[in-house]
C-alpha cells in the first residue's frame, strides 16, 4: 500500500510538471503587449536659434546653446503619449528661411547636433529623413522669426513684416513639401511660432516703443501667424500657435503685478517670466518658456 501510494504521489507531480511546463511554453509563446518593447523613432528638427536652444547669459547676444530648448525635452514629455523619439537636431542659431534653404553649414548648432558643412540645413535634414524610411516619428519646425526681426527697428514696421512674409511664404512653399515627401505622408510634422517678445517694449519709457508693443500683436495675429500656418496645412502638419498659448493676444486692459515691474499688463508679463527679454533685452526663452513650447508640441502629436 505504501509504494501504491508512493507511485500515485510521483504520478500526480509528474502530472502537474507536465502541466506547468506546458503553460510557460504557451505564456513565452504569446508575451504581452506590455512586455513588448517598442521601437525608438527619430525626432528631427529643424530651424533657427529656438530649434538650436540658445540662453543668453548677459547682454548683447551673449550665451551659448543648452539642453535647457524646446526641441531637448519633447523626446522626454513624448514618452506618455506612446512615443520613444531619439532627437536629430539640425536647428542652427540665425538661421532664416533663406539661409536654412541655401547657405551651407552651421556656425551655431545645439547640442550634439550633426555636423554639414557642405550641405543647407534643408538637405541635410532632406537626406536623414530619406536614409531612415520608417523610422521618422516626428518633424518639427521653428522658423521665420529672423526674417522679421529687423522690422522692429524699420521706419516702415507694417510694410516690413508684409515684405518678410512674402519671403517666408515663397520660402516655406519649397521647404515644407520638400521635407513631406522625404519624411512620407504618415510622419506627424509640426511647425512653431513664436511667444511676441517685442510686447516687453511696452515696459519702455519711450512711447515710439509702447507703440510698437501694440503693433506687434496685430502683425502676430492678423498676417505672421495665419501665413505660416496656411503653409502648414498645405502640407499636412500640424500648426502650433505659440504667440496665442502664451498669452499675447490678452487685451493690455488685464493687469497684474509682477516685481521689479509693478502692475503691466498681463500679455507683457508673460513674456518677461517666459523669455530673456524685459531682462536682457534677448528674443530668447528661458527654460520655462523652452517647456510651454516642449508642451504645445508634444499636445499636437496624436496618441498612441
Known amino acids: 500500500m505504501v509504494g501504491s501510494s508512493r507511485r500515485r504521489s510521483a504520478s500526480a507531480v509528474a502530472a502537474v510538471l507536465l502541466m506547468s511546463v506546458g503553460l510557460c511554453a504557451c505564456t513565452s509563446s504569446s508575451p504581452t503587449a506590455a512586455s513588448t518593447p517598442k521601437a525608438t523613432e527619430y525626432y528631427v528638427s529643424l530651424g533657427d536659434s529656438y530649434a538650436a536652444g540658445f540662453q543668453p547669459t548677459g547682454r548683447n547676444g551673449v550665451g551659448h546653446t543648452t539642453t535647457n530648448g524646446f526641441a531637448y525635452q519633447v523626446p522626454g514629455l513624448a514618452t506618455a503619449r506612446g512615443y520613444h523619439l531619439t532627437l536629430v537636431n539640425f536647428g542652427c542659431g540665425g538661421a532664416t528661411t533663406a539661409s536654412l534653404l541655401t547657405s551651407p553649414g552651421c556656425p551655431l548648432l545645439g547640442p550634439g547636433a550633426p555636423h554639414y558643412p557642405r550641405q543647407s540645413q534643408a538637405a541635410a535634414a532632406e537626406a ?14 521653428s522658423i521665420g522669426g529672423n526674417d522679421v526681426t529687423d522690422c522692429a527697428t524699420s521706419a516702415d514696421p507694417i510694410g516690413c513684416v508684409a515684405k518678410a512674409v512674402a519671403t517666408i511664404n515663397a520660402n516655406l512653399s519649397i521647404l515644407l513639401p520638400a521635407l ?7 510622419v506627424p510634422m509640426v511647425g512653431i511660432t513664436y511667444p511676441d517678445v517685442v510686447l516687453g517694449d511696452y515696459l519702455s519709457s519711450n512711447a515710439a516703443d509702447r507703440t510698437l508693443a501694440s503693433l506687434s500683436v496685430a502683425a ?46 498681463i500679455a507683457v508679463a508673460k513674456v518677461c517670466q517666459l523669455t530673456y527679454f524685459c531682462q536682457y533685452g534677448d528674443i530668447h526663452p528661458r527654460t520655462v518658456g523652452y517647456t510651454e513650447i516642449a508642451t504645445l508640441v508634444t499636445a499636437a502629436l496624436p496618441e498612441r
Open 180 to 186: 513631406r515627401a522625404a519624411a512620407g505622408p504618415g
Open 220 to 265: 502676430f495675429k492678423g498676417v505672421i501667424n495665419p501665413a505660416l500656418q496656411a503653409q502648414y496645412a498645405a502640407v499636412g502638419a500640424t500648426f502650433v500657435d505659440v504667440t496665442a498659448a502664451t498669452g499675447a493676444y490678452t487685451p493690455f486692459t488685464q493687469t497684474t503685478h509682477l516685481a521689479p515691474y509693478g502692475t503691466i499688463p
Open 128 to 141: 536623414f529623413l530619406q536614409q531612415h524610411p520608417g523610422k521618422i516619428g516626428l518633424v518639427s519646425v
